[in-house]
């Protein structure tokens, strides 16, 4: 369960879709979701073809603004570790214990959490998983890390059995991606968040979810 | 007690006071430089990996710089200078300092969770990045730096940063923490990708979406000796586990072949399931199954024992096409001739199976060799895996088609190889309806030496009015094609 996108029988659900759908309901279209993994989205949006824009807790940065454009931020995460034995790493000792030969960290293919262990824990061996439930369903790896708001979700929905030991200020902003060369519907979806975040529909929907 | 006298011992206790005084600052000295050390704690201070693959900070490259400290001052912060390595560049731009401050969800404790973006006037002269706060930011304050844009030089090294702070008061405290960042020298493939992607025709060539996507010849450079790590390890996993496969497989046919109605069963059971199921769904059940019951094994071994397991299956049913493809009279000539069954499967009968079967086993194995590319979706580091990296950090197509070229240098010469195969062995068969069709029922016989028409020395024996039926041969290539 992951609160930020989740298929509910066939219907996507959380707060990404709820958001989506909101700007949507302003400019007057219906949006048609389509699932990918997360590391196939952003060359997906830049190809275009597929998808006019994408949303799926993808934080903005200077990397993926070179291939896509970003619409303002609509919600500022940090990241969340989690282990399974945490007896033995702790807030105060996982940066150095984890940082090891032989150590395992699960990360989602393609997301910040990866770029973070790759900076932080050069000594680990990342295991790179599609889906950030399939990290923490491969308990086989010592510690997971993810979007801070989707592992708080996951173990306290599916996996009790992990702890979440630390959340880790990243400050990143999560921003609806949109292909290079589509600058209406850059506008379009920048005024739409403006106003759901003037009336306040933007909190409404994050305090249905987290 | 004379003026002398008076003079020497003021002079003796002057000497006196001034010992004390430099001992004193020498202790205090060297203490005074441990409290500026402790005076501002790094706490983390790296570079972003900027390598297609893995965790290094390559040089010639942008990189971005993240530093964060405790400050521990006597007075507020104002500013800092940050050093770069000789030959670095570098620029203002996207550049930000954060306070983290407390934010206040967990009680006696600052979690660093409440960014507080400080307003900041940058100035660069040469190497030096000085920053002049507009904020006031407290003598303790935990400060977040990122620097973007960052190009350190070519060659790499150990490179060593220097930094101070600026403090209200107007000192300026030297920063004595360790502040160093190895990079790496540029890869033969790094550079000439660089190189590459310089050149007017490149340039040119990008322009088009479509060869931007899957033809972007600096990523195909880049890419390819990163893809072909998996290579290695998709070709070790498939090179141990067929050949394991093979005596399993053996195994499970004449399981199912056997008189005994358990043993044919449970043949038939393991099998039927495992055929009978996607490779896919079995990787999922093995790699998350497993460790939720506890069972802990390295990925790579897993994936090693799941194609052997799968391979096992698909062998089975290609040895039991063809053994059963041998005519009865075989069995029955060994058998009259005195030879034990034992003997009679393992010298007459399956020397002739092999040599049928060996274009249908090179097919599983073609097979097997693609389905190494499923374990992708479980974390075994291997072609799909490695070009699934780099496609999410460069955004291009390309590495998938760099990936595919890894898989067409085995299958297509495999695929000849069959080929070949497939037609030595119609020749052998042509050979064998030519002597030896006795009448229009389709009825054939063995020649004596069969050595005499391809060269191979399989055992067969001559007898009388033995039907070939074509048709199990057809049996079997329906069972070399799977899921794939």
Redesign the interface.
Same mark, same amino acid.
């Given at each position: 369960m992951s609160s930020l996108v989740n298929l509910e029988g066939s219907d996507f659900v959380g707060y990404d879709m709820d958001v989506m759908k909101a700007i949507g309901q302003k400019l007057g279209l219906s949006v048609e979701f389509k699932n990918l993994k997360f590391d196939a989205i952003i060359p997906a949006v830049s190809a275009g073809g597929q998808c006019d824009c994408a949303i799926s807790g993808i934080t903005i940065n200077p990397e993926r603004k070179e291939q896509v454009n970003f619409a303002d931020g609509y919600y500022t995460d940090g990241l969340g570790f989690a282990v399974a034995d945490a007896q033995k790493y702790t807030k105060a000792n996982y940066n150095t214990e984890l940082n090891k030969a032989g150590v395992m960290i699960a990360v989602q293919s393609g997301t910040t959490g990866e770029d973070y262990v790759k900076e932080n824990f050069p000594n680990a061996t990342r295991q790179a998983y599609d889906t950030s439930n399939d990290c923490f369903a491969a308990l086989q790896c010592v510690a997971a890390i993810s979007n801070d708001a989707v592992v708080g979700n996951l173990i306290k929905m599916s996996y009790s059995s992990l702890t979440k030991i630390d959340t880790i200020s990243t400050g990143e902003e999560y921003g609806i991606a949109i292909k290079k060369d589509n600058k209406e519907l850059l506008d379009a979806i920048n005024k739409a968040l403006k106003e759901l975040k003037d009336e306040g529909k933007i909190d409404n929907i994050q305090s249905k979810w987290f | 007690m004379g003026y002398a006298s008076a003079i020497k011992s003021a002079l003796f206790k002057l000497i006196l006071v001034l010992l004390a005084i430099a001992l004193a600052s020498g202790i205090f000295g060297s203490y005074a430089s441990c409290f500026v050390a402790e005076a501002l704690s790094t706490q *983390?201070f790296? @570079? *972003? +990996?900027n390598s297609d693959n893995?965790?290094d900070v390559l040089g010639g490259e942008k990189t *971005?710089i993240?530093w964060e400290f405790q400050a521990n001052e006597s007075a507020p912060i104002t500013g800092f200078t940050l050093v770069f390595p000789e030959g670095t560049t570098f620029n203002e731009e !996207?550049a930000s300092v954060?306070l983290?401050d407390d934010s206040g969800t967990t009680p006696g404790e600052n !979690?660093?969770?409440? *960014?507080v973006p400080i307003q900041t006037v940058y100035s660069i002269d040469n190497l030096d990045f000085s920053a002049k706060f507009l904020n006031e930011v407290s003598a303790d304050a935990y400060l977040e730096i990122r620097v973007?844009?960052v190009i350190f030089p070519q060659n790499g090294g150990e490179l060593m940063f220097k930094a101070s702070v600026n403090l209200a008061n107007g000192d300026i405290v030297e920063v004595r923490d360790l502040l160093q960042i190895n990079v790496k020298s540029f890869s033969f493939a790094d550079k000439l990708a660089k190189d590459l992607s310089e050149q007017d025709w490149v340039k040119a060539w990008n322009s088009n !979406?479509f060869l931007r996507?899957f033809f972007n010849p600096p990523v195909l450079v880049s890419s390819f000796p990163v893809v072909m790590q998996g290579f290695f390890t998709a070709l070790a996993l498939v090179l141990c586990a067929y050949p394991c496969a093979i005596p399993l497989g053996l195994l499970l046919a004449l399981m199912r072949m056997s008189k005994l109605r358990l043993i044919r069963a449970i043949g038939s059971i393991y099998v039927n399931i495992i055929r009978g199921t996607p490779f896919f769904l079995q990787l999922y059940v093995a %790699? %998350?199954g497993l +460790?939720?019951a506890g069972v802990?094994?390295p990925?790579f071994i897993l994936g090693f024992i799941m194609l052997f397991l799968n391979s096992g299956a698909y062998l089975c049913e290609i040895f039991r096409a063809g053994i059963q493809s041998i005519p009865d009279g075989q069995t029955e000539a060994s058998r009259s001739l005195g030879m034990s069954s034992f003997q009679t499967m393992f010298f007459i009968i399956i020397p002739q199976t092999i040599r049928r079967v060996i274009p249908t086993m090179t097919n599983e194995f073609i097979l097997l060799y693609k389905d190494t590319s499923l374990l992708a @979706? #479980?974390?075994v580091m291997e072609v799909v895996?490695y070009a699934?990296?780099i #496609? @999410?950090?460069t955004?291009?197509?390309t590495p998938y088609i760099v990936a595919a070229f890894f898989y067409l240098i085995i299958t297509i010469p495999l695929a000849s190889l069959v080929g070949v195969l497939e037609r030595k062995l119609d020749v052998s068969k042509a050979a064998n309806n030519q002597v030896n069709v006795l009448d229009e029922n389709d009825i054939s016989v063995n020649v004596k030496d069969e050595s005499d028409i391809d060269g191979s020395i399989a055992p067969s024996i001559a007898l009388g009015q033995t039907q070939v039926t074509l048709q199990e041969d057809k049996n079997l290539q329906n069972d070399g094609a799977k899921n794939g």
């Amino acid at each position: 369960m992951s609160s930020l996108v989740n298929l509910e029988g066939s219907d996507f659900v959380g707060y990404d879709m709820d958001v989506m759908k909101a700007i949507g309901q302003k400019l007057g279209l219906s949006v048609e979701f389509k699932n990918l993994k997360f590391d196939a989205i952003i060359p997906a949006v830049s190809a275009g073809g597929q998808c006019d824009c994408a949303i799926s807790g993808i934080t903005i940065n200077p990397e993926r603004k070179e291939q896509v454009n970003f619409a303002d931020g609509y919600y500022t995460d940090g990241l969340g570790f989690a282990v399974a034995d945490a007896q033995k790493y702790t807030k105060a000792n996982y940066n150095t214990e984890l940082n090891k030969a032989g150590v395992m960290i699960a990360v989602q293919s393609g997301t910040t959490g990866e770029d973070y262990v790759k900076e932080n824990f050069p000594n680990a061996t990342r295991q790179a998983y599609d889906t950030s439930n399939d990290c923490f369903a491969a308990l086989q790896c010592v510690a997971a890390i993810s979007n801070d708001a989707v592992v708080g979700n996951l173990i306290k929905m599916s996996y009790s059995s992990l702890t979440k030991i630390d959340t880790i200020s990243t400050g990143e902003e999560y921003g609806i991606a949109i292909k290079k060369d589509n600058k209406e519907l850059l506008d379009a979806i920048n005024k739409a968040l403006k106003e759901l975040k003037d009336e306040g529909k933007i909190d409404n929907i994050q305090s249905k979810w987290f | 007690m004379g003026y002398a006298s008076a003079i020497k011992s003021a002079l003796f206790k002057l000497i006196l006071v001034l010992l004390a005084i430099a001992l004193a600052s020498g202790i205090f000295g060297s203490y005074a430089s441990c409290f500026v050390a402790e005076a501002l704690s790094t706490q *983390r201070f790296s @570079a *972003r +990996p900027n390598s297609d693959n893995g965790n290094d900070v390559l040089g010639g490259e942008k990189t *971005r710089i993240n530093w964060e400290f405790q400050a521990n001052e006597s007075a507020p912060i104002t500013g800092f200078t940050l050093v770069f390595p000789e030959g670095t560049t570098f620029n203002e731009e !996207d550049a930000s300092v954060t306070l983290m401050d407390d934010s206040g969800t967990t009680p006696g404790e600052n !979690d660093h969770l409440k *960014r507080v973006p400080i307003q900041t006037v940058y100035s660069i002269d040469n190497l030096d990045f000085s920053a002049k706060f507009l904020n006031e930011v407290s003598a303790d304050a935990y400060l977040e730096i990122r620097v973007q844009n960052v190009i350190f030089p070519q060659n790499g090294g150990e490179l060593m940063f220097k930094a101070s702070v600026n403090l209200a008061n107007g000192d300026i405290v030297e920063v004595r923490d360790l502040l160093q960042i190895n990079v790496k020298s540029f890869s033969f493939a790094d550079k000439l990708a660089k190189d590459l992607s310089e050149q007017d025709w490149v340039k040119a060539w990008n322009s088009n !979406d479509f060869l931007r996507l899957f033809f972007n010849p600096p990523v195909l450079v880049s890419s390819f000796p990163v893809v072909m790590q998996g290579f290695f390890t998709a070709l070790a996993l498939v090179l141990c586990a067929y050949p394991c496969a093979i005596p399993l497989g053996l195994l499970l046919a004449l399981m199912r072949m056997s008189k005994l109605r358990l043993i044919r069963a449970i043949g038939s059971i393991y099998v039927n399931i495992i055929r009978g199921t996607p490779f896919f769904l079995q990787l999922y059940v093995a %790699f %998350f199954g497993l +460790p939720l019951a506890g069972v802990q094994i390295p990925s790579f071994i897993l994936g090693f024992i799941m194609l052997f397991l799968n391979s096992g299956a698909y062998l089975c049913e290609i040895f039991r096409a063809g053994i059963q493809s041998i005519p009865d009279g075989q069995t029955e000539a060994s058998r009259s001739l005195g030879m034990s069954s034992f003997q009679t499967m393992f010298f007459i009968i399956i020397p002739q199976t092999i040599r049928r079967v060996i274009p249908t086993m090179t097919n599983e194995f073609i097979l097997l060799y693609k389905d190494t590319s499923l374990l992708a @979706a #479980v974390g075994v580091m291997e072609v799909v895996m490695y070009a699934k990296t780099i #496609v @999410a950090s460069t955004g291009s197509i390309t590495p998938y088609i760099v990936a595919a070229f890894f898989y067409l240098i085995i299958t297509i010469p495999l695929a000849s190889l069959v080929g070949v195969l497939e037609r030595k062995l119609d020749v052998s068969k042509a050979a064998n309806n030519q002597v030896n069709v006795l009448d229009e029922n389709d009825i054939s016989v063995n020649v004596k030496d069969e050595s005499d028409i391809d060269g191979s020395i399989a055992p067969s024996i001559a007898l009388g009015q033995t039907q070939v039926t074509l048709q199990e041969d057809k049996n079997l290539q329906n069972d070399g094609a799977k899921n794939g």
